[in-house]
């Protein structure tokens, strides 16, 4: 079955990031003679393609190993050295990723600094690509774009939580923007979890009333229809695989597949056999005819749009 889109940041609107590659890709390969001792001022994304390379980061020993990607953040000491015959190739990447134009995205996370890339049968040819098309004194469209794929990955793997606190802390409306948006983030990516909603909002630092108002206004839906949302978002792709719809329903925690089918349409406008149909007539040369505005990630609402559900 194909894989549904989701995670931690399947929520955050593309216009809200802004990634900036600082310097050209480095392509590493390293030879037994390879030393290294430094410290950036930027973050660093490390991923093997082929060898063993050998980190103390901080004082924090971490070998590497095809498949493995590894996180080095700004002002963090790195020491790193390759003892075997095999040379150690990989690909470094040095840049930023701010939220908003105002803050770093990766201080209010916490991650696991090194992780094996769940997805490294489809990565590893993209990143072997990526390095070898990287220009040696420069970067281009292509390279950020597929960069950012490939920090996506990263993140959905290595991500445990959301920081309480961060070194850049935000104030006033951009608090309650990131504070929505990380509420948003945690329900799109556990839907089927029947608390995740609650405790979205009890994880925020505002007052629940406030911060129920404040969520519906940026996103669109009360958090419990977003999740609603976004449980049916998910039964869509089950669908269009070919699952019957009482078999849909039960992926998506719904016994009832008659009570299904009346949310499914409430929530995306036509019945989940309409939606089968219109996915086959797309495959015979239709088109699907969503409605563009409706398909818009509703948290560009931040810039003021209200919502059109009810709380």
Not at 180 to 195: E, G, Q, R, S, Y
Request: include cysteine; proline fraction near 6%; charged fraction near 25%.
């Amino acid at each position: 079955m194909d894989e549904i889109e989701g995670g931690i940041l399947s929520s955050i609107p593309p216009s809200a990031l802004n990634l900036t590659l600082t310097r050209a890709t480095i392509r590493m390969e390293h030879s037994q003679t390879w030393r290294i001792d430094k410290t950036n001022p930027v973050e660093d994304l490390v991923i093997c393609l082929e060898g063993r390379g050998h980190y103390l980061i901080d004082g924090d020993p971490r070998v590497m190993e095809p498949g493995d990607a590894m996180l080095i953040t700004r002002g963090q000491r790195f020491q790193g050295w390759n003892e075997g015959a095999e040379t150690y190739i990989g690909i470094a990447q040095h840049f930023t990723l701010n939220i908003y134009g105002r803050h770093d995205l990766l201080e209010q996370m916490e991650l696991q600094p090194k992780i094996r890339l769940t997805r490294w049968s489809l990565l590893e040819p993209l990143a072997r690509h990526y390095r070898q098309g990287a220009p040696p004194s420069s970067v281009t469209l292509g390279q950020h774009h597929l960069f950012m794929y490939f920090l996506i990955a990263f993140i959905e793997d290595a991500f445990i939580g959301w920081r309480g606190s961060a070194a850049y802390q935000p104030e006033g409306g951009d608090a309650l923007d990131l504070a929505v948006m990380k509420a948003a983030t945690m329900i799109a990516a556990n839907p089927l979890d029947a608390n995740v909603a609650l405790r979205a909002v009890e994880a925020s630092p505002y007052n629940p009333d406030y911060f129920l108002r404040a969520f519906q206004k940026r996103v669109g839906r009360t958090p419990r229809k977003y999740q609603e949302f976004k449980r049916m978002e998910r039964a869509m792709h089950f669908l269009e695989t070919g699952m019957p719809v009482a078999a849909a329903a039960a992926e998506v925690g719904y016994t009832d597949p008659y009570y299904f089918s009346r949310m499914f349409k409430r929530n995306l406008g036509l019945s989940p056999k309409a939606h089968v149909n219109k996915v086959r007539q797309s495959r015979h040369g239709g088109l699907l005819g969503f409605d563009e505005p409706d398909q818009e990630l509703r948290l560009t609402g931040m810039e003021g749009e209200h919502g059109r559900d009810a709380a």
